[in-house]
């Protein structure tokens, strides 16, 4: 795989919370190598409330966050994907768009901040332990060697990433 910038899609249902969160961090982590993305198959039009809190926490400028449909990036004049990755279990079952250019997909599933229950102390502390987790496999991921790597290494690392449950 060349050495140019790979485009990473992050995909999950509401696209409110994972997807946001893997978004920015690749973002942030991928600097130069990647530039990320987020979309959902039924978004819910806002972003998490816990997820902005602890992004802006986090230094992160959350101002071009939107929750977004995955159509969007199926459509004519669309970034073309070198990977797409599912990280939430019902987006994974759901049947998605086509992508242009055939990218690599894999599934990183990750509990659902959104599913939090208890206090907001609780459910704030819920969210940055994704966000732990989330993190952990972006920067393993960002780390690949991937202009070293044959396509079929590469797919066969970012599965067995998805299949690790150490950190998720």
């Given at each position: 795989m060349s050495d140019a910038i790979k485009n990473v899609l992050f995909l999950c249902t509401h696209n409110s919370a994972r997807s946001v969160m893997a978004e920015a961090l690749l973002n942030r982590l991928g600097t130069g190598r990647f530039k990320a993305y987020s979309a959902g198959s039924s978004p819910t039009g806002k972003i998490n409330p816990y997820v902005a809190a602890l992004l802006e926490k986090l230094g992160f400028d959350i101002s071009g966050f939107r929750s977004k449909p995955w159509d969007e990036f199926a459509a004519p004049g669309a970034p073309q994907?070198?990977?797409?990755?599912?990280?939430?279990?019902?987006?994974?079952?759901?049947?998605?768009?086509?992508w242009p250019g055939q990218p690599m997909t894999a599934h990183w599933g990750f509990p659902d901040p959104s599913s939090a229950?208890?206090?907001?102390?609780?459910?704030?502390?819920?969210?940055?332990?994704v966000f732990r987790m989330i993190e952990r496999r972006i920067r393993?991921?960002?780390?690949?060697?991937?202009?070293?790597l044959s396509n079929l290494e590469i797919k066969t690392k970012i599965d067995e990433m998805g299949r690790d449950r150490s950190g998720a």
């Amino acid at each position: 795989m060349s050495d140019a910038i790979k485009n990473v899609l992050f995909l999950c249902t509401h696209n409110s919370a994972r997807s946001v969160m893997a978004e920015a961090l690749l973002n942030r982590l991928g600097t130069g190598r990647f530039k990320a993305y987020s979309a959902g198959s039924s978004p819910t039009g806002k972003i998490n409330p816990y997820v902005a809190a602890l992004l802006e926490k986090l230094g992160f400028d959350i101002s071009g966050f939107r929750s977004k449909p995955w159509d969007e990036f199926a459509a004519p004049g669309a970034p073309q994907m070198n990977f797409v990755f599912t990280v939430c279990d019902q987006a994974a079952g759901e049947v998605c768009p086509v992508w242009p250019g055939q990218p690599m997909t894999a599934h990183w599933g990750f509990p659902d901040p959104s599913s939090a229950s208890g206090s907001d102390a609780e459910k704030a502390a819920f969210t940055a332990d994704v966000f732990r987790m989330i993190e952990r496999r972006i920067r393993i991921f960002s780390a690949l060697p991937l202009a070293t790597l044959s396509n079929l290494e590469i797919k066969t690392k970012i599965d067995e990433m998805g299949r690790d449950r150490s950190g998720a």
